[in-house]
């Protein structure tokens, strides 16, 4: 296996052209410790606190902010840290290695919050333990994702790899998804609080054997990658130089903008899912799985079918398709209810939010597979201008983007639910009807509102400018130099 020098010196792996499938599989498997698993549990959170609980809409939105934003200022430091640690196990399995038991605790005691907690109590409670789960979710997924775009430098296997990893976090989403709806949570116990706490556990269980057979899948691998060189001084005193550095890059400035604004989209969105399904269109709460799952399966075809349309189109323009679908699925029921021309309810309101979630699930797969692979070019386009590779940092940055902004999505919709006066006993007493005008306003937040925003980074991404031609330039412009390296 060869290695190439980058221009700061450190060596930057080589691949083969084709990665072997178990390696892509294992490397697959670690993204149910973030979109995969953990994205899917997660989910119930909002609802859990909010509807069943009886906690404030804006004290839950506000603990999971604080969860999200603590969670994001410390992606640049793992970023940093992963990108200089030297060990003989290499510089990204380390930090995926320690966090593993640590997500499981705490993934596990967010769920389980202790009986006879007030406002405030609760508040203190799920803040600190979505801090803490957050934090050891990017002590994880830093690194996991920027040794995804060292496994190979090539423009179209980096897809590839891209694929493995969205596939199998589809694959985690469908079985917690499962778990939760089919086992504890049916027969109306989505407004129940006694199964919360052994669906947090189990799940938290089912996120641990994955990353473990990650870490031990990738660990040969990760521990041949080349070390980086000692960098002079402290890793917070380089930090605030090495942001800088990225920020003047314009493709990641475009990049992270984009993923800041979508993020808000979604945060507010997702987090009113269980509201909008229960309460607006009285869907029974088993039967809520089965438009996950549909949306699931559409984000399964986006990724098969995102390759293909790259062989045929730039990135950017199959990531634009993807946000028109997402943007259609947050209109077009939601904009049939408002006007008063379409409001089924109950099994009748199945197969149409079926339909709209797999529409939107094909964006999302789009965006999935297209938007990583976007960043990791990006990342190549760095080290062409500056000289140094950043990967750790620049996945970092979409990972800040992500928590920061689904941070204050979130933190809208428990402020919008105050505003509209939701009920918040409504979880309790299952039965309580909801006023028409509070359906409406809900209606509006969850989908409208989140299209609009959607819009504005659609418009931020439309000028990004690495296309395949740029990136072969590239390529070409590093004039990288071989050494030989044992083979893995």
């Known amino acids: 296996m060869a290695t190439l020098e980058a221009q700061d010196g450190s060596a930057v792996i080589e691949q083969k052209p084709k990665l072997s499938i178990p390696l892509k599989l294992a ?5 149910a410790g973030q979109n995969g698993g953990f994205d899917a549990a997660i989910m119930f959170i909002f609802f859990y606190y909010s509807a069943v609980l009886g906690l404030s809409g804006t004290l839950v939105g506000a603990a999971l902010a604080v969860g999200l934003a603590a969670d994001a200022s410390v992606d640049p430091i793992i970023g940093s840290w992963s990108d200089n640690l030297k060990s003989k196990h290499g510089r990204r399995l380390p930090l995926m290695a320690i966090s593993v038991p640590l997500i499981t605790i705490s993934l596990g005691l967010l769920f389980s919050p202790p009986p006879g907690l007030g406002q405030i109590g609760l508040f203190a409670w799920l803040a600190v333990m979505s801090v803490a789960v957050r934090s050891f979710i990017s002590l994880f997924n830093v690194p996991y994702i920027a040794l995804g775009a060292e496994l190979t430098t090539d423009y179209a296997e980096r897809t590839s790899v891209v694929v493995y990893r969205a596939f199998t976090g589809i694959c985690a989403g469908v079985v917690v998804t499962a778990i939760g709806y089919s086992v504890y949570f049916a027969n109306g116990g989505l407004q129940k609080p006694d199964g919360y706490p052994s669906f947090g556990w189990s799940i938290a269980l089912l996120i641990f054997v994955c990353l473990t057979i990650c870490c031990l899948g990738i660990r040969k691998y990760a521990a041949a990658l080349p070390q980086p060189e000692q960098m002079p001084g402290s890793m917070l005193r380089r930090l605030p130089g090495e942001v800088k550095e990225i920020f003047a890059n314009r493709s990641f400035r475009l990049l992270f903008l984009s993923a800041v604004i979508i993020y808000v989209a979604a945060g507010a969105n997702g987090s009113l899912n269980s509201h909008a399904f229960v309460f607006v269109w009285q869907i029974e709460s088993e039967k809520i799985q089965f438009i996950s799952y549909a949306f699931l399966v559409g984000i399964l075809l986006g990724v098969v079918f995102a390759p ?10 199959v990531v634009i398709i993807g946000f028109v679908l997402l943007i259609a699925n947050w209109l077009f029921l939601q904009g049939a209810m408002l006007a008063g021309l379409y409001h089924p309810l109950g099994d009748a309101a199945l197969p149409p939010m079926q339909f709209n979630s797999f529409v939107a699930g094909i964006g999302f797969g789009f965006i999935a597979v297209a938007y990583p692979s976007m960043m990791a070019d990006a990342a190549d386009e760095h080290e062409h201008l500056f000289g140094r590779r950043r990967e750790g940092l620049y996945f970092a940055g979409l990972g800040f983007a992500n928590k920061a902004a689904t941070g204050l999505g979130v933190m809208v919709a428990g402020v919008a639910l105050d505003l509209i006066k939701f009920p918040s006993n409504a979880g309790k007493a299952g039965s309580e009807a909801i006023p028409d005008a509070t359906q409406s306003l809900l209606v509006l937040i969850w989908g409208p509102v989140p299209a609009v925003i959607a819009t504005i980074s659609l418009i931020v991404l439309a000028s990004y400018g690495i296309t395949r031609a740029r990136h ?11 050494k030989q390296d044992p083979a893995v």
Do not use: H, S
Not at 308 to 317: D, G, S, T, Y
Not at 472 to 482: H, N, S
């Open 27 to 31: 490397y697959g498997l670690g993204q």
């Open 308 to 317: 293909a349309l790259q062989k045929r189109m730039e990135k950017k323009n």
């Open 472 to 482: 072969d330039q590239i390529a070409k412009a590093l004039g990288r130099e071989f």
